[in-house]
């Protein structure tokens, strides 16, 4: 199975790199939709010759959560908050995704310079040389979109793109958690989504935009 | 017993959610506290036995659970009154130019408030590192919408900073603790299998892999140490801590900040059985002094008052990040010393802060004057509070901070000393000064126009954060000035708890009772293990 | 060997204006039409070569050389070309840089022709195709650096010979990226729907086609014999990746390859007429975001070796 943990792997790359270069807002929701649902699938893929009912819960609340209910709800918030469906980034697409492609090439160097503590063929057939790179090149992704960004929907996806890094990171190398922390970490994820749709909600209403530029009215006033 | 704890507030705050009546809900908000407390003090007499390794009552978390615990009662009590003198119909702003706004629905604010206590106790009491991380992260969640009670934009962006901040911050703490689980994971080619327990980790500490074990450490402080507040990564804290009610704002700083610094103490208590101890000292007294610093900038010559109380905390966090970096048992001891001086005094002075903006219906510096002639109480508790909080002999900070002082003399960390002492004269100075311009004055000679607009003989006026506004949008705008020389009539509620707590500070300074000595003590051997 | 070789080159020379006519008639297909015949391009280019040529008085001896030295870097490229696993006639370690330089010299000598016209229209032309070429050269070479870290050869016969079906069953992924990304580099190169309509009637909105107005007779009938042997050459390239027949008889292994082209002429055919031509400052993006493709497709080959 580490051809198909591998796949979703690089999926899980590519997604991240046409989120970074595409500039319609629900194009990059069902991306990141997309993405969730493939990497909720690695905690069956990775671990197929033994799956047990810990993984398989966990795949499908992860499925549900983040392949569907989020997606929706940043639908939700999307059509409610009723603006321009662009992007708007302070970098470029084109230059997102070079700073994208670099910053995976230096994850890669990272991590072939750092071994992971778990050797591959032994903790499981989940663990591939390409999960904590690609963890750690989704997180990085992730951090991108929140500063580079300018609508308030896509730092919500960018912290979506991040906690899917984070979660690869804890599911491919085979980590045992028990599952209902695992579930209460998701569950917190989804929860932190909730709430900010909800304030892009509230601050589509106030201001009439989800630009974060809107948002710069608290600094430091110097006498 | 331990689960009783976290779960009596849990379900508080929902039966909070659905109870209808006002009344009822707030005198619920009281019980609960209360009945917390109690818990919390049954906890100490009889410990409780652990629940399979992942919840547990040690010194540490029992110390900041009681702070925790005795603050959220001030803070009900306190929260009580103010919500009974909110205006419950949309009212205009005094900034930007008057906009209106109104309440978020009071159930969903004592709900939170509820829940956050909650998941703070869950924090103090979790020693699994997941489910650590699951409670800090739903402190988030449960205090952002009180965050967002005035529904106005200035709040909002303070939540959303808050919310967008906090949880990438502790999305960085999540993969520190799967880092740290990947460390663990080394132990299983010993055949050994390590939960993600504190005391699973520190037994097999010398079998983590310690490249790794290093790495999580990093993630764990960058994470919560963006909730805790410390400099650079601070951003959240001022914003928040003054848009929020003031209530709000007192069990951010005195509650929640700790919460994230025991998360940095569980990590800093692997990493030092690990044989990292070294790093992780290094790492926090950078973040201690580089908060210290950033805190003296920003509070000399601040306008808005409760940033500067907001700031102060950032200052607090870093002594307390300081102090744990210098290492050793007698900076254990000032440091849980402080954490407790520190909640009781900022919990104090944003109750008052609380009062004073509501009579005077503005943050800014320069237009508050005379607080003493006209909020006797909240006036004479502001000087206290400031004199507590910047460290002034009889109250207890100045215990805890000469403590620290005198610990990094000890471990001869001389230029951490000098920094660290520049640091707090500094803004000494400048809250001091701050406070005492504020307090003193003549509320009268502020500003002139607005005690003519204010017709003679008018009923004192009453103390609600924006009672003037009942009537008329005319009227309120005709007391909008600082002008109101009246002597204010202050109800109970509004400073009984904000008494208490000076009562505490000053207590706390010049005898520790017994118990209190002992969770101290207790505390400080948790912390001292940190070498 | 060599026999083959020869026979592969003079295969490429005779068939590549078919392609055309396939795409062509694809798109005929789609739209409800019978279309032009699949032989439209041998008509063309025997109309065009009987025909004199019309020079306009301010250009000079360059804007003459460019389509005969183009020409002759497109049939020099196919030279290097390898077709159905057998090597090509010249083959050599890093041959595959001559080859990009070659589609590069055959690009410039195009576009400075273009540009010694004087004609506004012809100097936005050149600059459009240069500037998406400048996108699209380098994600063809990284393309050709992934496959040769994944084959360990560096010269393009060794690379599309006989390790190809090995490549596919251990990096299966690093081969989709490749061939997906070289696939985007066809059709930008080749000036195809998405990145430029072919048929287009605006000069406003053309780029490679407004490059060459001002040419006539035997010039265009070069252009246009080049053009189609630059698809040739590309899509010979990612036909040889996927179709991974090595254990056939090389005449064979020819037909099949060549089977390969006719359908990938259908592909590209089928394509442009399911979607719209972009917008022109998105086509940087797709540039960029095939760049990626290759690079991440890289990035495995070295992870994995």
Do not use: V, W
């Given at each position: 199975m580490a051809a198909w943990v591998d796949a979703i792997l690089v999926f899980a790359v590519l997604t991240n790199l046409a989120v970074l270069g595409s500039s319609r807002l629900g194009l990059c929701i069902r991306m990141v939709a997309a993405q969730g649902i493939m990497i909720g699938l690695l905690p069956v893929v990775g671990h197929w010759h033994a799956v047990d009912a810990r993984a398989v819960g966990l795949a499908t609340a992860s499925v549900l959560l983040k392949g569907f209910l989020v997606p929706w709800l940043l639908h939700w918030a999307l059509v409610e908050a009723n603006v321009r469906r662009e992007v708007e980034p302070y970098i470029g697409y084109p230059m997102s995704v070079l700073i994208g492609v670099a910053s995976l090439c230096l994850c890669l160097w990272l991590s072939a310079r750092m071994p992971l503590p778990v050797a591959a063929g032994e903790a499981g057939t989940g663990a591939s040389a390409l999960a904590a790179p690609v963890a750690f090149f989704s997180i990085l992704c992730g951090l991108l979109m929140i500063v580079s960004r300018r609508k308030a929907l896509t730092q919500v996806l960018g912290y979506l793109v991040m906690e899917n890094g984070i979660f690869t990171f804890g599911v491919a190398l085979a980590l045992e958690e028990p599952f209902l922390v695992e579930f209460g970490v998701l569950l917190d994820v989804v929860g932190a989504v909730f709430v900010m749709g909800v304030a892009v909600f509230h601050i589509s209403r106030e201001i009439?935009?989800?630009?974060?530029?809107?948002?710069?009215?608290?600094r430091e006033e110097r006498r | 017993m331990l689960l009783t704890l976290i779960l009596l507030p849990a379900v508080a705050g929902a039966a909070a959610f659905i109870i209808p009546r006002d009344r009822a809900r707030r005198a619920l908000l009281i019980a609960a506290a209360l009945a917390h407390l109690g818990l919390t003090v049954a906890a100490g007499i009889w410990p409780p036995a652990p629940v399979s390794g992942w919840l547990a009552l040690d010194g540490l978390g029992y110390l900041f659970l009681c702070i925790t615990s005795g603050l959220f009662l001030c803070a009900a009590v306190y929260a009580a009154g103010y919500l009974s003198r909110e205006e419950p119909h949309p009212r205009q702003d005094?900034?930007?130019?008057g906009q209106w706004f109104h309440n978020a629905p009071e159930a969903v604010f004592t709900g939170n408030l509820l829940l956050f206590l909650s998941c703070m106790t869950l924090v103090m009491l979790a020693h699994h590192f997941g489910l650590l991380w699951v409670a800090v992260e739903t402190t988030t969640l449960a205090t952002a919408p009180l965050i967002y009670f005035h529904r106005h934009h200035r709040s909002l962006e303070a939540t959303w900073k808050y919310l967008v901040v906090c949880s990438v911050g502790i999305a960085l703490a999540l993969l520190g603790t799967y880092i740290l689980a990947a460390a663990a994971a080394r132990a299983s080619a010993d055949g050994v299998r390590v939960p993600v327990t504190l005391e699973a980790l520190v037994e097999n500490?010398?079998?983590?892999d310690p490249a790794w074990t290093r790495a999580a450490f990093l993630f764990l402080l960058v994470g919560y140490g963006t909730k805790m507040g410390l400099a650079p990564i601070h951003t959240w804290l001022p914003d928040a801590h003054s848009e929020a009610p003031s209530v709000v704002s007192a069990l951010l700083s005195g509650a929640l900040l700790n919460g994230a610094f025991v998360g940095i103490l569980r990590a800093a208590q692997v990493c030092s059985a690990a044989g990292q101890g070294e790093m992780c000292h290094d790492l926090l007294l950078a973040f201690g002094l580089v908060s210290l610093g950033m805190a003296a900038v920003f509070v000399v010559g601040q306008t808005d008052f409760k940033r500067l109380l907001a700031y102060s905390s950032v200052e607090h966090m870093g002594i307390l990040a300081l102090g744990v970096g210098i290492g050793g048992t007698a900076a254990a001891q000032g440091v849980v010393l402080h954490g407790l001086n520190h909640s009781v005094a900022k919990g104090l002075l944003f109750m008052v802060a609380g009062n004073i903006l509501g009579v005077y219906r503005t943050k800014n510096v320069g237009e508050v004057r005379g607080v003493l002639s006209r909020l006797p109480i909240s006036g004479a508790l502001w000087v206290l509070g400031i004199l507590a909080i910047t460290g002034t002999p009889p109250f207890g900070a100045f215990m805890s901070e000469l403590a620290i002082l005198k610990a990094a003399l000890d471990a001869g960390r001389w230029g951490v000393a000098l920094g660290y002492l520049a640091a707090l004269a500094v803004i000494f100075v400048a809250m001091i000064s701050t406070a005492a311009k504020m307090a003193q004055g003549s509320a009268t000679g502020a500003d002139p126009a607005g005690a003519a607009a204010e017709p003679a003989g008018a009923p004192p006026a009453n103390l609600g954060p924006h009672a003037a506004a009942r009537g008329s949008p005319a009227t309120s705008r005709g007391q909008h000035?600082?002008?109101?020389?009246a002597r204010v009539r202050e109800p109970l509620s509004a400073y009984l708890p904000a008494a208490a707590l000076a009562a505490l500070a000053l207590l706390l300074g010049l005898w520790l009772p017994a118990p209190v000595k002992s969770a101290l003590d207790g505390a400080a051997v948790a912390l001292g293990g940190i070498k | 060997m060599a026999a083959i070789s020869w026979a592969n080159l003079l295969v490429g020379l005779c068939l590549a204006p078919l392609l055309p006519g396939v795409i062509a008639r694809t798109k005929a297909l789609f739209a409800g039409r019978r279309g032009q015949p699949l032989a439209q391009l041998y008509l063309d280019l025997w109309k065009l070569l009987r025909k004199g040529a019309v020079y306009s008085s301010v250009t000079t001896w360059v804007f003459r050389a460019g389509p005969v030295v183009g020409l002759a870097a497109a049939v020099a490229a196919l030279l290097l070309l390898p077709l159905g696993g057998a090597p090509a006639v010249v083959a050599f370690d890093g041959d595959l840089i001559l080859l990009v330089a070659l589609l590069g010299a055959l690009r410039f000598f195009l576009v400075t022709a273009a540009l010694d016209t004087g004609s506004a229209f012809e100097g936005m032309g050149a600059s459009r195709e240069m500037g998406f070429s400048a996108l699209a050269e380098p994600v063809l070479l990284v393309a050709l650096a992934a496959m040769a870290r994944g084959t360990g050869e560096t010269s393009l016969s060794g690379m599309f010979g006989a390790t190809i079906p090995g490549e596919w069953a251990t990096q299966p992924h690093a081969m989709l990226l490749i061939v997906s990304a070289l696939f985007v580099v066809l059709l930008a190169e080749n000036s195809r729907i998405p990145v430029d309509d072919p048929n287009t009637h605006l000069e406003l909105t053309m780029i490679h086609e407004v490059m060459v107005l001002d040419h006539g007779g035997p010039d265009l009938a070069f252009i246009l014999y080049a053009a189609a042997l630059k698809f040739w050459l590309l899509g010979a390239l990612l036909v040889g990746i996927v179709v991974p027949l090595r254990e056939i008889p090389p005449a064979l292994a020819a037909a099949t390859a060549v089977a390969g082209m006719a359908l990938l002429a259908f592909a590209v055919g089928v394509v442009e007429s399911c979607m719209a031509r972009l917008r022109m400052s998105r086509v940087p993006q797709l540039l960029v975001g095939a760049g990626g493709l290759a690079t991440v497709a890289l990035m495995l080959e070295l992870v994995r070796s």
């Open positions: 009439h935009s989800i630009d974060t530029d809107q948002l710069s009215m608290l | 005094f900034f930007e130019g500490a010398k079998r983590l000035g600082p002008g109101a020389a | -």
